[in-house]
């Protein structure tokens, strides 16, 4: 797991709003399986994320048309959700705002960036106070 | 009747001798690779309840406790390296002291490879952190194909902002 995730998740550890968290943990590498994915809980120690294992890429994939991910497994994204928002059917609801590491695969002003992602979370935590 | 009870003692000391010598422990291993300076790689192998568990460090590329996935068959050791994706098969010799074979790296050349114990394993303590976390089924939840569990607690939680994270845990 990057360093820069572990940053981003910590920053969120100190928005004073109500924001709910889900980290899905995905088989992408041969590493990755269930025992591994309680693993990298311990390093997301927020009370703020709920862990989730899913044991197939195909999830993943679900997610790919919400964010214009041409091919591959939607991994190592961060999408963001505003309040209203409903998963309706079997296709997640395309999210408000989303960042990434995918490299050329997505859009390079949505590669992650720690101090934007809460720059994307902060505006709603005012409007809701 | 004392002749039988030293013939038996004998025997059991002789069976305890075939026995698989043991790969817990630290070891240290160098590759030469071609067109590139030799590679010192430090692997330190443990048994956590019945499973093999461990972590290297590849110091040349800047790499420190990774993770190691260990299987263990008789005196055959296979390793395989996350990170660099490589992997090494490898026996133990007789005496335990070395565990010698081939590194397969990940663009399929294949090396020689000689680790030589050179200790106790070294593991820091969020490697037992880690392995008992690894055991503890609570900490995640288990998504049905769908993924209904999490589109239920989407739909919970649908007056706050959330943030939804697809990662992989290695």
């Known amino acids: 797991m990057q360093d820069s995730v572990l940053a981003v998740v910590d920053s969120l550890a100190a928005l004073p709003h109500d924001l709910a968290v889900y980290a899905v943990w ?27 294992w899913v044991g197939s890429q195909d999830f993943g994939k679900t997610f790919n048309g919400c964010i214009g991910l041409a091919s591959g497994v939607a991994w190592d994204v961060y999408l963001v959700y505003l309040p209203g928002r409903v998963w309706d059917g079997a296709t997640p609801p395309v999210p408000d705002d989303f960042m990434h590491q995918l490299g050329d695969q997505l859009p390079v002003e949505k590669n992650l960036d720690g101090g934007k992602l809460r720059m994307m979370l902060e505006p709603v935590a005012e409007d809701q106070r | ?55 290297f460090d590849l110091p040349y590329h800047g790499l420190e406790d990774y993770p190691l996935e260990i299987s263990v068959t008789g005196s055959q050791v296979h390793l395989y390296f996350a990170g660099p994706e490589a992997e090494f098969q490898g026996a133990l010799s007789r005496d335990g002291r070395a565990l010698s074979g081939t590194a397969t790296l990940s663009d399929g050349m294949k090396v020689p490879l000689t680790f030589r114990r ?19 089924s609570s900490l995640v939840v288990r998504l049905s194909p769908d993924g209904a569990e999490l589109r239920a607690q989407f739909n919970a939680d649908r007056d706050k902002t959330r943030l939804l994270m697809l990662l992989s845990p290695t």
């Open chain 1, 26 to 52: 995905e088989p992408i590498f041969r590493t990755d399986n269930e025992p591994a994915a309680r693993k990298a809980t311990i390093l997301l120690p927020s009370v703020r994320v709920k862990n989730y």
């Open chain 2, 118 to 136: 050179v200790g106790d394993a070294q593991l820091s303590e969020m490697f037992w952190k880690l392995e008992r976390a690894a055991d503890d």
């Open chain 2, 1 to 55: 009747m004392k002749a039988i009870r030293w013939l038996l003692m004998g025997v059991l000391a002789l069976a305890g001798c075939a026995k698989n010598p043991s790969p817990i422990g630290e070891w240290k291993g160098m590759a030469a690779l071609p067109d590139q300076d030799s590679v010192t790689a430090i692997v330190d192998i443990t048994k956590v309840g019945t499973r093999w568990a461990g972590q």
